[in-house]
């Protein structure tokens, strides 16, 4: 079995590029600064499920990816998790919330209807994102 992203993340998101490990996305929802990132094994639903090479790998992505949020304008507060409620293939959210923002302080989920993003600000957030992440990423492994 070779990985294959969920179709209801790729149709929710835009994408950045791949990692060592994960294929990262950007949630195509304005009202937050919101990257996923999925390993590209197959297969996988839970952390867990990673091997321990692929774990430590997973963790300093998720560094990186929210270190990369976080330093965003207008994000007071990181929320990262992997829920997989609705979609169960392996995902971590990396979410910047701002004080106020429409679903503050509760959860984005069920808050409201998404905003796409205007193609100009989604395609500069991309940029941004690829060339803090993607740029220093070394070459991906084969996926399996």
Known sequence: MSFALDPRLAADTLPVGDLELSRVLLMNDARYPWLILVPRRAGLAEIVDLDAVDRAILIEE????????????????????????????LHVHVLGRAVGDPAWPGPVWGAGEAWPYDSGAAEALIVRARDALIGTAKPAPKTI
């Not at 330093?71 to 990181?78: E, F, G």
């Open 62 to 89: 998720v560094a990186a990816a929210s270190a990369f949020v976080r330093a965003l304008p207008h994000v007071d507060k990181l929320n990262v998790g992997a829920l997989g409620n609705v979609v169960k293939q």
